[in-house]
């Protein structure tokens, strides 16, 4: 069965120091990948997703850059934290059916994240 | 452009009443439609979904969802609450190609 492992589950940074969050999928092959985040309170954002090795899309501008090094591992990174990166991060994955619609997506635990 | 909307912030029912989540979306085509429950601290798990065929859908832990298409509603239903459904509720809809697009979410408070 598929899986997916995301760490860290806590993360407490000091503003300006650099990030790197992991994601790895089990049990399939060729997932879409996606990195979330959610504010308190709120919905979720898409921040990146990737369809392949080395292919990045970026939704919205901001301090987060995003890797895929690997078919089934994802990586959020950042070279200098600020205040308002601290939220809820998640990795998710899903498939494309032949329809050319997405499956559902399969999330992982999450990471809390505080820039302090 | 697509987009979800779950009218009800927030939610307050007492234990063993019946529920109902509001789900509203705009999209130009048949979608996919999906809702998530998240616990807190936690991701998000797939309570059910609808890509074709009977439009009353059931998913896990006893809740159902309808598709109207005419109301371009996708609605959650269960019959009988219990304290541990106390979470946030998203609706989602199956964006044509890799995206899918979430609403705001709803959480649910369960009273005794």
């Known amino acids: 069965s598929q899986t997916i492992h995301q760490w860290p589950a806590t993360l407490v940074q000091p503003v300006g120091s650099p990030l790197s969050l992991e994601c790895t999928v089990e049990?399939?092959?060729?997932?879409?990948l996606y990195w979330y985040r959610q504010a308190a309170g709120r919905g979720l954002q898409l921040l990146f997703y990737?369809?392949?090795?080395?292919?990045i899309s970026s939704e919205v501008p901001q301090n987060l850059s995003a890797s895929r090094p690997q078919d089934r591992q994802f990586i959020l990174s950042s070279k200098k934290l600020l205040l308002s990166d601290s939220g809820f991060y998640l990795c998710a994955w899903s498939v494309l059916f032949r329809t050319g619609m997405n499956t559902e997506a399969f999330f992982g635990q999450g990471t809390r994240l505080t820039v302090v | 452009a697509q987009s979800v909307t779950q009218p009800d912030i927030h939610i307050t029912v007492s234990e063993g009443a019946s529920l109902e989540l509001r789900c509203n979306y705009s999209?130009?085509?048949?979608?996919?439609l999906f809702w998530y429950v998240q616990s807190p601290g936690q991701g998000l798990q797939l309570l059910l979904k609808y890509f074709s065929g009977d439009t009353l859908v059931q998913g896990i832990k006893g809740f159902e969802a309808e598709f109207k298409r005419s109301q371009s509603s996708f609605n959650l239903r269960k019959p009988s609450v219990h304290w541990s459904d106390a979470a946030e509720y998203f609706c989602?809809?199956?964006?044509?190609?890799?995206?899918?697009?979430f609403g705001a979410g709803t959480r649910l408070f369960v009273k005794a």
């Open positions: 989602a809809v199956g964006h044509g190609g890799f995206k899918t697009i």
């Open positions: 049990g399939t092959s060729n997932p879409n």
């Open positions: 990737s369809v392949g090795i080395g292919q």
């Open positions: 999209y130009g085509a048949t979608p996919y």
